[in-house]
C-alpha cells in the first residue's frame, strides 16, 4: 500500500507556497508605504497651499474616534517629526456620554502614542434626544453644541489652531449640499475663522480622499469608535449626496478629481453673483478676452492633474 505518498506532495506544497506568502507581504508593504507616502503628500500641500501650520503653532486635533480624524492625527504626527518647522499638537475629544460609548479607548490608544491629550466629558446627547423629536435628523443641534465646546477648551488650552478630520468627498458633498438644499454655491474651506472669530480651523485632509483614509485605518488598525448619535441615521441629506458621488464615480472614472478642482477654478464672470462680479457695469475694452463668451464653441477642456489636485510646488516638507 502507497500509505507514504502524501507526505512528501504535502512538503512540496508547503515548499512551493511560502514563496507566494512572501511575495503577497512585499506587495502589501509596498502598497502601504505607496499610500503613506501619498497621505502625507497630499496633507503636506495642503498645509503648505493654504498656510495651515506655521511655526510655533499649537494645533488642537479633534479626535472623534472614527478614521478620518485617527488619521489625520497619525499624518499629522509623521509630519511634525519630518517638518522644517516646530509646531506643537494636543488630541482632544468631545466625550458626549451616548450611550454605550467605550469611553477607555480613546484615553488608551493616545497614552500608547504618547501625544499629549485632553478628554472633554459634556452630556451632549441629552440635550440633543431631549430638544429634536425622535425620527428628526439631530445633526446640526449636534454640530453646534459641539463647536461651541471644542471653542471654549481651544481657549482653556491656549491653542492658535483648530484641526478638523474633513477630507476631500466632505468637501465636495457640502458643496452639492448646498447647491441643491441652501441655493448656494458654497463649499467647506480648507482653513477659516471660526463662527465666534476667536480661532482659525483647519482642514489638513483637504486633499484626501476617503477610500484613501478608509485603506490606512485598516493598514494601522486604529481602534474605530461608531457614532450611535448621527451616525445611526440613514436617511441625512449628506448621505443620500454621498452615494450620488460614489454613483457617478462607478460610472465615470475621474469625475470626483473633476468636481474637487472645479473648487479651486471659479469664474466669477461667467457665474451670476452681483457681488461678486459687476455685471452692470462691463463695457468694451477692445482688447481679446481668454474667458470671453464661449457659448457658441466647443470648449476644449484641460486634463486634469493627477489625484485632481493642483500642480505640485517644491516642498520644504519631506513625504517619504
Known amino acids: 500500500m502507497l500509505t507514504e505518498a502524501p ?29 503613506e507616502k501619498r497621505l502625507c503628500r497630499q496633507v503636506g500641500q495642503a498645509i503648505m497651499d493654504f498656510g495651515m501650520i506655521e511655526e510655533g503653532d ?19 504626527l509623521k509630519m511634525q517629526q519630518r517638518a522644517p518647522i516646530h509646531f506643537e499638537l494636543i488630541a482632544v475629544n468631545l466625550d458626549q456620554k451616548q450611550p454605550g460609548f467605550p469611553d477607555h479607548v480613546l484615553p488608551a490608544y493616545l497614552k500608547g502614542l504618547g501625544v499629549p491629550f485632553h478628554i472633554e466629558t459634556q452630556d451632549t446627547y441629552s440635550i440633543v434626544k431631549k430638544v429634536i423629536p425622535e425620527g428628526k435628523t439631530m445633526c446640526s443641534l449636534c454640530s453646534r453644541l459641539r463647536r461651541g465646546i471644542l471653542y471654549r477648551v481651544a481657549d482653556e488650552l491656549k491653542v492658535t489652531k483648530i484641526a478638523l478630520g474633513h477630507h476631500r468627498d466632505d468637501m465636495l458633498q457640502t458643496f452639492f449640499l448646498n447647491m441643491f438644499f441652501g441655493g448656494k454655491l458654497k463649499g467647506m474651506p480648507p482653513k477659516l475663522v471660526s463662527d465666534d472669530g476667536g480661532h482659525i480651523v483647519i482642514r489638513p485632509l483637504a486633499y484626501v480622499a476617503e477610500k484613501d483614509l478608509t485603506r490606512w485605518a485598516a493598514q494601522r488598525q486604529f481602534p474605530i469608535i461608531p457614532c450611535t448619535l448621527c451616525g445611526s441615521q440613514e436617511n441625512l441629506q449628506r448621505k443620500q449626496i454621498g452615494n450620488m458621488l460614489r454613483d457617478w464615480e462607478k460610472q ?13 477654478n471659479v469664474v466669477p464672470s461667467h ?21 470671453g463668451d464661449k457659448a457658441f464653441d466647443a ?16 516642498m520644504p516638507w519631506p513625504v517619504a
Open 271 to 291: 457665474l451670476m453673483d452681483t457681488q461678486r462680479h459687476d455685471f452692470k457695469n462691463i463695457q468694451t475694452t477692445g482688447v481679446p478676452q481668454p474667458d
Open 7 to 35: 507526505a512528501p506532495l504535502q512538503a512540496n506544497s508547503a515548499q512551493d507556497a511560502a514563496p507566494k506568502v512572501r511575495d503577497a507581504a512585499e506587495r502589501a508593504a509596498h502598497e502601504a508605504h505607496k499610500l
Open 252 to 264: 465615470y472614472p475621474g469625475r470626483i478629481e473633476s468636481m474637487f478642482t472645479a473648487l479651486q
Open 58 to 76: 499649537r494645533v488642537m486635533v479633534c479626535v472623534s474616534g472614527g478614521k478620518d480624524s485617527y488619521g489625520m492625527l497619525d499624518i499629522l
Open 299 to 314: 470648449e476644449e477642456l484641460p486634463a486634469l492633474p493627477l489625484h485632481g489636485l493642483p500642480a505640485m510646488a517644491a
